[in-house]
């Protein structure tokens, strides 16, 4: 047997063992994952884990190259391939962006003093993303922001495991009060029934759920709305509550701004759902969003008719482990 030979043979053995072990990962996570569809959750989890096959791919593929294995434009594509996924599977998803951004949410002044308001969403603890690396990093970007609150606007997660409480306990190191609403995957649209597993782990760990809830502040309220998809997003009563301060309102879906009304003073909804497309891709990503959000949100800043609303690309995954071209960002919004 040529060198040659035995090095493409030690390849093999090695995604070989590594398929193993990646499937052995699967089902034990799985055992674990709060599913009401264990072989659909295991599938899942077996590409989550095989995807690191991609890394000894990566360097066969050079040897392939180098020893003519393959020829010099298959060498290139599965190269170029490789690359792509391994940055979008093991790179930017822990690249945790922070984004700033100043909005004047009381047209008649100023307020006294800015207030510096953090938005998270989609964080989708569970099976590909909001692992205890990615938690301690958006709570480490999070405090060196300094925020006075923040907000997590829905889906803390995707068929998690049953030790929730103990993966979210690195949100009690952050520096400001922390205010949520649910999001689709929160109310089994689609997903199990976690809804009383994710309301003790909130509890424990710091993080008030203000759904139907009003946060009086000194210049402006802070009111949480029910996920849309759940039915839950009813805000025809805002008319008939205070208005003598602007409103900022937490939801979950940016479609929900269609059903705010006419208030004296123009709101601020801030909504996450969309994940800004989470892979990047001409054309396909454009055609995807249409059955994402109906209203056409993706991210940043819209105006609709009686209400504004500004669209985070989130933190975490769903459907692929994979994140290209739109890093995981926490939104810090001053308000002005």
């Known amino acids: 047997m040529s060198n040659s030979d035995t090095v493409i043979l030690v390849f093999y053995i090695i995604f070989i063992v590594l398929a193993l072990w990646a499937f052995a990962q699967a089902w034990i996570h799985q055992a674990r994952t709060e599913t009401i569809h264990p072989f659909k959750a295991f599938v899942h989890l077996a590409a989550f884990y095989l995807s690191y096959l991609l890394v000894p791919l990566w360097f066969f593929t050079l040897y392939a190259g180098w020893s003519e294995f393959y020829s010099l434009h298959e060498s290139i594509f599965v190269f170029l391939l490789t690359s792509i996924l391994i940055y979008a599977r093991f790179i930017e998803p822990h690249m945790v962006h922070i984004n700033h951004h100043q909005y004047r949410l009381n047209p008649d002044r ?67 009060p922390v205010y949520s609403v649910p999001g689709n995957h929160d109310e089994q649209y689609p997903g199990p029934p976690i809804q009383t597993l994710l309301k003790d782990a909130l509890e424990q760990n710091n993080v008030i759920d203000i ?22 997003a009813n805000m025809r009563f805002m008319p008939d509550l205070p208005q003598d301060k602007p409103w900022l309102i937490l939801s979950h879906n940016p479609d929900t701004v269609d059903m705010v009304p006419a208030l004296p003073t123009r709101p601020l909804m801030l909504a996450g759902h ?5 892979i990047e891709l001409p054309w396909i990503t454009t055609y995807i969003m249409k059955k ?13 008719e009686h209400a504004d609303v500004f669209v985070t690309v989130g933190t975490g995954m769903v459907g692929v482990p994979f994140r290209f071209r739109v890093p995981p960002t926490i939104d810090i919004i001053e308000l002005i």
């Open 292 to 304: 994402v959000s109906i209203l056409g949100h993706k991210k940043g800043f819209y105006t609709h």
């Open 211 to 232: 759904e139907g809830q009003i946060i009086d502040f000194d210049e402006f309220r802070l009111i949480g709305i029910g996920d849309l998809w759940a039915g839950k």
């Open 110 to 176: 100023d307020f006294i003093q800015p207030v510096k308001v953090a938005l998270i969403a989609d964080m989708h603890v569970g099976l590909f993303s909001g692992h205890e690396r990615q938690l301690k990093s958006i709570v480490k970007k999070l405090n060196e922001a300094k925020p006075d609150i923040v907000v997590v606007a829905g889906d803390w997660t995707y068929e998690p495991e049953n030790r929730l409480i103990q993966e979210l306990s690195v949100l009690k190191q952050i520096h400001a």
């Open 274 to 278: 969309t994940h800004g497309g989470q």
